[in-house]
């Protein structure tokens, strides 16, 4: 599957950052992971820095999938609201999966510390707001299913909200916690220190085969090399769906633009929120350090990489009207747009863990619209199963739940 067309941003901005051999010969492991998108590189340092000897296997060019057309908002709110996902997996599991995301959203920024590389990551307000009144009460729910389980949030009315911005919409919550981040540079930033640890990070490399017997696995390359480890963790994105039988996942196209720098954007807030709604498809809007506007939306139930090129044209004006209807006194001018396909699962859950599917292999399948956040999860916990550490998490994201 061809993941992304037109020009995503991130790549563009950084430049090649590093470059990675193919796998040209044998090795040993104790962890193979497949994928150097965002995924596997959290997987990877969760494990390498656990003592794991890892090898790290993409078939493209690292950070060119998924990843550098990510948008890249870092937030705790998964597709499925809190209120509503208490009454499909229970409100404990419910209510964890939500906390685990909001502390992700900070973890990520410690790990940015740890790296000695911020990645452009920086903390956010998010507001998210009822693009119809039919959707009011639904907020009011949301509400109060967040402030239940300690989540700091504020109720906005429409008064709130057009005193504070240039635009007005029936009611809307404003989080405190949530970020951004350059995904592109912090996939490099996790890769340079996994190497650093002695992992083999080997891109240009696809894995056309994989036995298991009682003690490992065996992956072997297109190349003919082969590849034996204890374990595999299968970190390739939305490309992972080829791996399982069982369909976990629904795929749809979605498209995004980047304006040229442009100056305050009156009507924003001081601190320019991540702002994003609850129609569905739903669109979202973010700046970044070098002082862009990245909105993105617009998504369609994927069909094929054919047709979702041809839609961009026309998917980008809508998008840059969207902005315009937003902020009317603060033109910009659109640098580069591109549109991506990406998953859902039923419940808005990531699928995290072992399936009958693969003995000895882990799945880290971050779908929906806070991959990033699920990607720091799945890292942990994987590195868990793999080391034996207990980590009652994983039951939320089983694969058989």
């Keep these: 599957m061809d993941l992304k067309s037109g020009y995503p941003f991130w790549p563009i901005k950084n430049g090649l950052i590093a470059s990675y051999p193919a796998l040209k010969e044998d090795v040993t492991c104790d962890v193979a992971v497949i994928g150097g998108g965002i995924t596997g590189a959290l997987v990877a340092y969760h494990l390498a820095k656990a003592g794991a000897n890892v090898v790290l296997l993409d078939r493209r060019d690292i950070a060119t999938g998924s990843t550098s057309a990510s948008t890249a908002l870092l937030q705790y709110e998964v597709d499925t609201h809190l209120s509503d996902l208490m009454t499909m997996v229970g409100r404990d599991n419910a209510v964890r999966s939500y906390l685990l995301c909001l502390e992700a959203v900070h973890k990520i920024g410690k790990l940015t510390e740890e790296l000695g590389d911020d990645c452009g990551y920086t903390t956010k307000k998010s507001l998210y707001v009822a693009s119809r009144k039919r959707d009011v009460a639904a907020l009011k729910d949301e509400y109060e299913a967040r402030r239940s389980c300690g989540i700091r949030l504020d109720y906005l009315t429409d008064g709130d909200i057009s005193s504070r911005f240039s635009f007005r919409y029936p009611a809307g919550l404003l989080s405190y916690d949530a970020a951004q981040v350059d995904v592109y540079r912090l996939t490099h930033a996790l890769l340079r220190a996994t190497a650093g640890l002695g992992a083999g990070i080997y891109d240009r490399t696809t894995v056309v085969g994989y036995e298991h017997n009682d003690t490992g696995v065996t992956l ?4 003919g090399c082969r590849v034996t480890a204890q374990r595999v963790a299968v970190a390739a994105g939305f490309e992972a769906q080829q791996y399982l039988k069982r369909k976990v996942v629904s795929f749809k196209s979605t498209y995004a633009l980047i304006s040229e720098p442009t100056g305050p954007i009156q009507g924003w807030g001081e601190d320019q929120c991540l702002i994003w709604e609850s129609a569905r498809p739903y669109a979202y809007l973010r700046t970044t350090d070098d002082g862009r506007v990245l909105i993105g939306g617009e998504d369609d139930p994927y069909d094929s ?25 603060s033109p910009i001018e659109v640098a580069y747009a591109w549109a991506g396909t990406f998953g859902e699962t ?13 003995p000895r292999g882990y799945f880290a399948l971050g779908y929906g619209g806070n991959g990033i956040t699920y990607s720091l999860i799945a890292a942990e916990i994987i590195r868990d199963l793999f080391t034996g550490m207990p980590n009652r998490d994983a039951e939320i994201f089983r694969f058989d739940r």
């Design 220 to 223: 072997t390359t297109e190349r």
């Design 305 to 329: 990489e054919a047709k979702r090129d041809r839609r961009l044209p026309a998917k980008t004006v809508r998008l840059l009207k969207r902005y315009n209807e937003l902020f009317p006194q």
């Design 346 to 358: 039923k419940d808005g859950l990531a699928y995290i863990g072992e399936t009958n599917e693969w």
